[in-house]
């Protein structure tokens, strides 16, 4: 799920239906605390089961594999959690409707704490990715940000919006709040994200992101897109 990578970072593209918004929809964004982590996971276990990316290197139609694709989600949000990069939640009327998952350069997550979490969980992590390995490295070099990216940047390493609550605008609140943090900020020139859905490049195109880059794979597309801040200070 996070930072972009495959194997050992779960690759994402981005799980959102945004179509037919809902303006009335009564949508609270705030940040995932430990007590919404677990609900959080779910989230991103429904949202992501049919995305392209997900699905071309992970077979989410197993029961084994979405266990094991939670544990790989759940290690990842707690290691945000403890860092402090940003986390973020929609609740549609107090439901937990989707989950937005963003990496702050700025802010470290400490090495021996991921460490202590990975490798008990290292077998389960290999049998989840050693079906499509191959397509798993393949997307790993499909997936690198392209050059020339002014640094520092926040990457969506994940935006996911649970089946039951699609269309109602949720994904959309989402990245309003993560431009109205990165706008907080000066020094950060954007938010580069990949989505593997033609669908979903048109919403963050209206969103105000650029498509940089496509990359082929078979069956599925990566694309590189990037929202640069009108608060970025390039001087």
């Known amino acids: 799920m996070v930072e972009s990578k495959a194997i050992m970072s779960q690759a994402k593209g981005m ?11 009564a949508l609270e964004i705030v940040e995932i ?3 919404l982590k677990e609900r959080a ?30 544990i790989l989600d759940g290690i990842f949000l707690q290691l945000y959690l403890e860092s402090g990069r940003p986390l973020l939640a929609a609740l549609d009327n107090g439901q937990l409707a989707g989950v937005g998952v963003i990496r702050d350069p700025r802010i470290p997550i400490s090495k021996r704490r991921a460490t202590s979490l990975f490798i008990p969980n290292l077998p389960q992590i290999a049998a989840l990715y050693a079906p499509r390995l191959v397509r ?3 997307l790993l070099a499909a997936t690198r940000p392209p050059k020339g990216l002014i640094k520092p940047y926040f990457t969506f390493e994940a935006l996911g919006v649970h089946p039951d609550h699609q269309g109602k605008g949720v994904g959309m609140a989402l990245m309003r709040k993560a431009q109205a943090r990165v706008n907080e ?15 979903n490049q048109g919403f963050y195109e209206s969103l105000g992101y650029d498509t ?11 694309y590189h897109m990037f929202w640069q801040s009108p608060a970025f200070d390039t001087a």
């Open 185 to 199: 900020n000066p020094e950060i020139s954007g938010i580069y994200l990949i989505t593997g859905s033609e669908k």
């Open 136 to 138: 798993s490295l393949r």
């Open 33 to 35: 605390t430990p007590e």
């Open 212 to 222: 940089l880059r496509i990359n082929e794979l078979g069956p599925v597309k990566a």
């Open 15 to 25: 799980s959102v239906d945004d179509s037919g918004v809902n303006a009335e929809a």
């Open 41 to 70: 996971v779910t989230v991103l276990l429904e949202a992501f089961k049919a995305e392209e990316i997900t699905s071309y290197q992970i077979d989410m139609g197993r029961p084994s594999s979405l266990r094991r694709a939670g």
